[in-house]
C-alpha cells in the first residue's frame, strides 16, 4: 500500500518592510532665527572693485644748487668772509689786460705775495750781450697783483761764473706787465758785457704799494 506523502513544512510568513522613518521638521524658532540671517547675507552689497588710477609722471628732482667758492678756500688766513673788491684802474702801455678788468681784494696785511719766477736765456749766448728771460708772476691769496711797476721789483745776481766780468745784478734792460699779475722782465750784464757759458743763479724779490713782500730764485742757463 503507497505511503502517503509527508506534509510540506509550513514556511513562516515573511515580515513587512518598514516604513523610512520621517525627519522631524525644524522648530518654528530655529526657522525664525535663520531667516533674517539669510535675508542679511542676501542684502548684502557686493564690494567695490578697487579702482586702479594710472600712475601719473614723476617729477624730477630739482638740481642741488651748486655753493660758490670763497676766498677762505683759496687761502687760510681768510677765515671770515670774503673780503670786499676793489678794481684797480690804469693801463700799463704794453700791457696784454687792462689792469681794470683784473679785481683786487682788500686782503688782511698778515697775507704775503707769491713769487713764482720762470727763466729763459733768450736770446742771450756765450759771447754776446743779449738780454735773457725772467717770467714772474705775483700773487697775493690766490688773486692776482696786476698793479706793480718796475720800482717794485729787484734782481740779484748768486755766484759770478768764471771769465764773468760783470753781473746782471738790478739791471732790468725790459719791463712788461701783462696786466693779469704776470711780468716780463729781461736782464743783461752791466756795461755790456758779454755772457759767459754756464749756469746763472738769480734772486727776485718784489714789494707792493701796501707793504707786501715775496721774493723766488729763479736759473738762467747760457750756452
Known amino acids: 500500500?503507497?505511503?502517503?506523502?509527508?506534509?510540506?513544512?509550513?514556511?513562516?510568513?515573511?515580515?513587512?518592510?518598514?516604513?523610512?522613518?520621517?525627519?522631524?521638521?525644524?522648530?518654528?524658532?530655529?526657522?525664525?532665527?535663520?531667516?533674517?540671517?539669510?535675508?542679511?547675507?542676501?542684502?548684502?552689497?557686493?564690494?567695490?572693485?578697487?579702482?586702479?588710477?594710472?600712475?601719473?609722471?614723476?617729477?624730477?628732482p630739482p638740481p642741488a644748487a651748486k655753493k660758490p667758492l670763497r676766498n677762505r678756500d683759496v687761502d687760510p688766513l681768510l677765515a671770515r668772509d670774503a673780503p670786499?673788491?676793489?678794481?684797480?684802474?690804469?693801463?700799463?702801455?704794453?700791457?696784454?689786460?687792462p689792469t681794470s678788468l683784473v679785481p683786487k681784494p682788500d686782503l688782511p696785511a698778515a697775507v704775503p705775495l707769491q713769487v713764482q719766477v720762470q727763466a729763459t736765456a733768450g736770446n742771450g749766448q756765450h759771447g754776446n750781450?743779449?738780454?735773457?728771460?725772467?717770467?714772474?708772476?705775483?700773487?697775493?691769496?690766490?688773486?692776482?697783483?696786476?698793479?706793480?711797476?718796475?720800482?717794485?721789483?729787484?734782481?740779484?745776481?748768486?755766484?759770478?761764473?768764471?771769465?764773468?766780468?760783470?753781473?746782471?745784478?738790478?739791471?732790468?734792460?725790459?719791463?712788461?706787465?701783462?696786466?693779469?699779475?704776470?711780468?716780463?722782465l729781461q736782464v743783461r750784464p752791466l756795461g755790456s758785457a758779454p755772457w759767459q757759458a754756464g749756469q746763472y743763479l738769480a734772486q727776485i724779490i718784489v714789494s707792493s704799494p701796501d707793504e707786501r713782500h715775496g721774493q723766488s730764485t729763479a736759473k738762467i742757463i747760457i750756452r
Not at 4 to 18: D, F, G, L
Not at 20 to 30: E, G, M, N
Not at 154 to 179: E, K, L
Open 1 to 60: 500500500m503507497p505511503r502517503p506523502a509527508p506534509a510540506s513544512k509550513s514556511r513562516r510568513p515573511q515580515a513587512a518592510p518598514k516604513a523610512p522613518k520621517a525627519k522631524p521638521s525644524p522648530s518654528p524658532r530655529k526657522s525664525q532665527k535663520s531667516a533674517p540671517a539669510q535675508a542679511k547675507k542676501a542684502t548684502k552689497p557686493a564690494a567695490k572693485p578697487a579702482s586702479k588710477k594710472a600712475p601719473g609722471p614723476t617729477k624730477a
Open 129 to 184: 750781450t743779449q738780454p735773457a728771460n725772467l717770467l714772474v708772476v705775483v700773487t697775493c691769496g690766490g688773486w692776482p697783483v696786476p698793479d706793480l711797476n718796475i720800482d717794485h721789483f729787484s734782481v740779484m745776481q748768486h755766484f759770478d761764473q768764471p771769465g764773468q766780468t760783470a753781473p746782471f745784478s738790478n739791471n732790468i734792460v725790459s719791463f712788461r706787465n701783462a696786466g693779469s699779475g704776470a711780468y716780463l
Open 84 to 97: 670786499p673788491v676793489r678794481l684797480v684802474g690804469g693801463l700799463d702801455r704794453d700791457a696784454q689786460l
